[in-house]
Structures are given as structure tokens and as C-alpha cells.
């Protein structure tokens, strides 16, 4: 027999659960967190309540499956240092740019002046192929072309890059509701289940880039309102299985992929495409495209121990290693065993899924490992 809602809700960690009217999405998504969508991140509500139970005070915490860097970021608001680790160039590209400091003045001044630019553009670029000849528009594909060609021309290149990806997602030539993954660009009008009508797909891309320009420079100013003073965050590109993580730590805290889930990279291909990015899905863990056959659970279970085993060796004593995972394989416990960890305690917390077109009742675990 299914268990009843009360039973379900016994074991739950209330404390680490948040409803839609306790915690919307504007809250979810505050400050830097919005710089750019990522699929399959935690929430940094859930990122402070960890690290006020399990990270001291001015603490340093590594994150080896880094991803958009909420770890690094909810580090940073709350007054501890912080290493976040990704084998993706566009996660610590991203993770870069909401963590760095920043002359708000310059920034302003420079981000203000690609839009004008920008919004001057006269359509006469020519005709793209490859990528963005297939997934844009003409015009959408000359002004993001053009936005890329401005980016070299100033200080705060990075931040710029981060604002044509965004775009780049929104202009694609795809419906409303599978941005995604789309599977194949959409060129003729469609009815669109998210807003029930007819729509017909983008052919500018010049609004989102002045749009998220001005969202950006927001967002980074908010977080610089709220930001702890001198406490930083590092940020490594690599494997976490053989990357130099650098001193010791307080605490790890991180929420490593889910098997068959998610491909990390292809997510965002349009940044790769564009931005011309170091493409490294080929030693992603546990990435959709791989699936989960025996084998490749096998090579999960070893590549999560690995990662976890090389981050115990970099903990003082007694420091915790908290993980963020929907374990419904039961992979944990010899992924534990492996990594020369001992689990404490496993928390339960209920999921929100209000990603996509995702919905129903989520549950996830909290496991605290020494």
C-alpha cells in the first residue's frame, strides 16, 4: 500500500522545504542566480541553510561539481570563501562572472554602450552557416554575430559573453515551451502550449540583448549590496577527478549530477557554437547521452567516488561532506564505501519542480558523510 501524505511528510525535513508561496521564484532566482537559466541547479535557500549548519563562520567550502555555482555564490553572501570545480567551460565561465568583483561604474558604462551599438546595427550582415544558420533567424543571427564581434572591444569581455548566450538561448528559431533541448528549429508559426495561441518563432535578437544587458548589470549590482567583504571564490576548469583543488577545507557541499539526466554541455550548445568554447562532454559524469545501462552506472559510481574520495583527502578533521542528491538507485551507499566516507545522517526534503514542464511530488536527500 502507498503511504499516505502524513507518513510521507513525517520524515521531511521541514527546515530544508519550501512551498511556492514560501519561497517563489523571484527569490529562487534573486540576484546573480538569474544571470543565465541552468537546468538541475539547487536552490540557494537550500545552499544557506547548509552552510549555517555545517560550515563554520568564515569557513572555506569546495564545491567539485560546481555547475552554475550557487555553492559559490551563497558562500560569498554568507561570509565564507569558497572553490567551485567544473569540467564544463561555460559553467565556470558563468560561475566567473557572477562570483568576480566588479568597478560597477565601467561596467555600467561599457554594457550601456554595446546596446547602444548594437540597437544602431543596420541588418547588412551577411547571411550565417553552421550553427547559426540553421537555429536563427537572418536578423536574429547578424545581431548576435555583431553583438560577438563588439565583445573583444571591451574590459568586461566576460560578462558580455554571458549576456549573448542568454540571448542566444531565447533567439533561437524553437518553440516557447522546449527551450531546453529543442530538437529541431522551428521555422513556421506553431501552437504554443505556454501561452495558447499561435506564435511564430523569433526573428530578432536585439531586444533580448539590450533586455538582458540591463538585467545583468542589476543583478550584479544587487549582489554586490550583499556580498560579504573580503571572502572570494575560485573557480577551476577541469576534472575534478585529477584537478589541484589548493589548501584545505571546512566543508564540501555539493549536489554531483543525477545518472542519465541531464547532458550538461548540450544544454547550452548555443554557447559553445558561438562562443567558440572548449567542448568536454566526452568525460562528463553521468550525462543523459551515456544512459543507464549496468555499465554505465558502473562508470558513474566510480567517477562520483573518485571525485569524492580526492575532496575527503583535501577536508581538515572531522569536516563534512554534505551532498544534495535524488539517490532513488541507491548508488550513494557504495558510492560512500568507495570514497573512504562514513554516512552521519540522511535528511529528506521535498522538491518544488516548477523547472520546465516538469511536475508532481520530488523528493531529494541530504547526505551528511566524514
Known amino acids: 500500500m502507498a503511504p499516505t501524505q502524513d507518513a510521507l511528510y513525517a520524515e521531511i525535513d521541514l527546515e530544508l522545504s519550501w512551498s511556492e508561496r514560501d519561497l517563489p521564484e523571484r527569490e529562487r532566482t534573486k540576484h546573480v542566480h538569474r544571470l543565465h537559466p541552468y537546468l538541475g541547479k539547487f536552490i540557494p535557500q537550500l545552499v544557506e541553510a547548509l552552510l549555517g549548519r555545517y560550515v563554520p563562520a568564515r569557513g572555506r567550502v569546495l564545491d567539485p561539481f560546481a555547475g552554475s555555482g550557487t555553492t559559490l555564490v551563497q558562500s560569498l553572501e554568507s561570509g565564507r570563501d569558497a572553490v567551485g570545480v567544473d569540467i564544463a567551460a561555460f559553467n565556470c565561465l558563468l560561475m566567473e562572472v557572477k562570483t568576480r ?6 561596467l555600467e558604462s561599457e554594457l ?11 541588418g547588412g550582415w551577411p547571411g550565417a552557416s553552421g550553427y547559426a544558420g540553421e537555429w536563427y533567424a537572418r536578423r536574429a543571427a547578424g545581431e548576435l554575430l555583431a553583438f560577438r564581434e563588439l565583445i573583444g572591444e571591451y574590459e568586461h569581455r566576460d560578462v558580455l559573453r554571458v549576456v549573448l548566450a542568454r540571448a542566444a538561448r531565447s533567439a533561437r528559431r524553437t518553440t516557447h515551451f522546449d527551450l531546453d533541448f529543442p530538437r529541431a528549429p522551428q521555422v513556421e508559426p506553431y501552437w504554443c502550449h505556454k501561452h495558447k495561441r499561435i506564435c511564430r518563432p523569433v526573428e530578432r535578437a536585439e531586444h533580448f540583448l539590450r533586455r538582458y544587458a540591463i538585467d545583468t548589470l542589476d543583478r550584479i549590482k544587487e549582489f554586490s549590496r550583499v556580498r560579504a567583504r573580503g571572502r572570494e571564490a575560485e573557480v577551476l576548469h577541469g576534472d575534478a577527478r585529477d584537478v589541484r583543488y589548493g589548501g584545505r577545507f571546512d566543508a564540501v557541499l555539493t549536489s554531483p549530477p543525477y545518472p542519465g539526466l541531464i547532458d550538461y554541455h548540450e544544454q547550452h550548445r548555443y554557447a559553445y557554437e558561438l562562443l567558440s568554447l572548449e567542448d568536454r562532454r ?10 543507464t545501462s549496468a555499465r554505465a552506472l558502473a562508470e558513474y559510481v566510480e567517477g562520483i567516488a573518485a571525485v569524492l574520495e580526492r575532496a575527503r583527502k583535501s577536508l581538515r578533521a572531522r569536516a563534512p561532506v554534505v551532498i544534495v542528491v535524488h539517490d532513488r538507485r541507491e548508488l550513494f551507499p557504495q558510492i560512500l564505501d568507495r ?4 554516512l552521519e545522517d540522511r535528511l529528506r526534503r521535498h522538491v518544488n519542480r516548477r523547472t520546465g514542464r516538469r511536475a ?3 523528493f531529494e536527500d ?3 558523510a566524514r
Open 360 to 362: 508532481g511530488e520530488f
Open 366 to 368: 541530504v547526505l551528511i
Open 339 to 342: 570514497a573512504g566516507l562514513r
Open 112 to 122: 550601456r554602450d554595446a546596446v547602444r551599438r548594437v540597437e544602431a546595427f543596420d
Open 282 to 291: 566526452s568525460v562528463e559524469l553521468g550525462a543523459a547521452a551515456g544512459g
Open 101 to 106: 568583483r566588479y568597478d560597477l561604474f565601467a
